[in-house]
């Protein structure tokens, strides 16, 4: 039975605080990227830098998977919010489902809202998947309430819902309703639907936590907070590891890995 987690982001940044954090780093490389093994609060984890976009994602993803399966995948990085969802800057997105916005036919009409896929992606218990990736409510409600809890603050919002990804970053004000309107999401990001795949066709369970360093629409860096969301994603994952239970992590995440093994 394997019991360790992967935690994978864009940047470095994104995982820096975490890193400091790790308990007799071994730093090693797989599928030519690095990648930090050791343990926080007790938990076997490994730290990977994949590289911002769905195929560095992808790549370094599934190379760290093969060489060894993990028990948990945790996404995890800056994001935009869409102002409808009602998170700010500095608050913590957790996603219950990922949607590829760019998988699908153009619809004649010229509407955002593309068509399904004729084919599927993939199929797994039952679900024909062709550009979202549902992530366990169970796991999602069980992350939710260990870092709301963990924080103690009552300046951080925190909200679980739809995450969009994108190839194309949104920078209009009039995409971005458009993209609100059609799918509710609240985080917008490059990476998680790559990762939500992965754990999708490996089996293996997988959560999405992301801190907000912008608001999703005009794009003006003079708005952007990155220093305080690089803070506070890695704030929010290291209290989601230093809190997950015991009974939790070996039995009902590992036993659900194992079935595939």
Known sequence: MHSDIIIAAAVYEELSQLLDRVEKPVVSRVGGREIVSGRIEGKAVRLLVTGPGLVNTVQSLTAAIENFR??????????????????????????????????????????????????SLIKRHGLNVKNRYSINNELVEIALQVVKKASGSDKVRFKKGPFITVSTITATEKRAKDIYKHF??????????????????????????????????????????????????????FALIGNLSDRIFTTEIAENTEKKD
């Open 184 to 237: 509710r999401p609240c985080i917008e990001s490059m990476e998680g639907s790559g990762a939500a795949y992965l754990s999708l066709y490996y089996d293996i369970p997988f959560l999405e936590i992301r801190s907000v360093s912008n608001i999703v629409g005009k794009r003006d860096l003079t708005a952007w907070n990155l220093p305080l969301a690089f803070e506070r994603g890695n704030m929010a994952v």
């Open 70 to 119: 993990p028990a948990l995948i945790i996404q995890t990085g800056c994001a935009g919010a869409f102002k409808e969802s009602g998170l700010r800057i500095g608050d913590i997105g957790i996603a219950t489902e990922e949607i590829d916005l760019h998988l699908g036919i153009e619809p004649e009409n010229g509407s955002l809202l593309l068509k399904d896929l004729p084919f």
